[in-house]
């Protein structure tokens, strides 16, 4: 397969894996939304880390930053044009990450999802300070708010990524 055959190829299934992300985060009602963003999903990660453990860290990082754009555009909260690149573009971007960990999707599921907790951590301090409780301080606050909705969509997008790699889906059609 040409080079340029096989770039052509990852563009396609990156617009492919954008499309369905679209679909199972933003068309498909969240299983729970938090009143200031943020929601759990029924595995709507799962096709930019699964993109990312096939394809590697910078199609990953392109898919997951493209999807941030998708998403900002379909009804993103934007507080500031600082705010919202890392909330959208970097904190999906992140994702990609998981590309690093290719020999080992669990680990890479969680480096990508703390890639993503990181950015809308540091977004949440920065800008989003005003919402925590009085007497809270904003770094406990964004830190639990965040991690909450988080650690359930690692725990759904592990396992699922779990199921991909024990039925050899990581490498179907490379």
Request: net charge neutral; no cysteine; charged share 10%.
């Amino acid at each position: 397969m040409s080079k340029l055959s096989s770039e052509t190829k990852v563009l396609a299934e990156g617009t492919v894996v954008v499309a369905l992300t679209v679909i199972l985060r933003d068309i498909l009602p969240p299983v729970y939304h938090l009143p200031q963003g943020g929601s759990v999903t029924a595995a709507g990660m799962v096709p930019l880390l699964w993109f990312a453990l096939r394809r590697g860290l910078r199609a990953g990082l392109e898919a997951g930053g493209v999807y941030g754009l998708v998403n900002m555009a379909l009804g993103g909260y934007v507080a500031d044009p600082v705010q919202a690149l890392i909330d959208y573009p970097v904190a999906f971007g992140a994702l990609g990450l998981a590309g690093l960990f290719r020999k080992y999707p669990v680990l890479g599921v969680t480096v990508g999802i703390a890639g993503r907790f990181l950015a809308h951590f540091v977004s949440g301090v920065w800008f989003f300070w005003m919402y925590a409780p009085e007497g809270m301080n904003p770094v406990v606050y964004s830190a639990i708010y965040n991690g909450g909705y988080l650690l359930v969509e690692l725990v759904i997008s592990a396992i699922v990524i779990i199921i991909l790699d024990k039925r050899h889906l990581l490498d179907i059609y490379l």
